[in-house]
């Protein structure tokens, strides 16, 4: 039943990261339902097997560490460009 409700939502994260591209703020919420929903795998994971919560704890400290970097960039760019239109910006494609 748990790897069922991972896949769901990897799926739906993965879905809503393809469709929302239009702002940087909904890509990474997006990025962020991926990677909780990472953590909800791994811990079911480690839970099922029996091994300790470690790497669960290694990854959800990565996973905080990108979402800070990443809330930086969102500032930078709303600095920069006075908004978050991911289709603005010409350096990326």
């Known amino acids: 039943m748990s790897l069922l409700v991972f896949m769901l939502m990897f799926l739906s994260g993965l879905i809503s990261f393809s469709l929302l591209r239009s702002h940087l703020l909904s890509m990474l919420l997006s990025l962020e339902f991926l990677a909780l929903s990472l953590y909800f795998g791994i811990f079911t994971y480690l839970s099922l097997i029996g091994y300790e919560y470690f790497f669960g704890l290694i990854y959800l400290t990565m996973s905080v560490c990108e979402a800070s970097l990443g809330l930086a960039i969102l500032v930078m ?17």
């Open 77 to 93: 760019m709303v600095r920069s460009y006075g908004n978050d239109y991911v289709l603005s910006l010409n350096s990326l494609w």
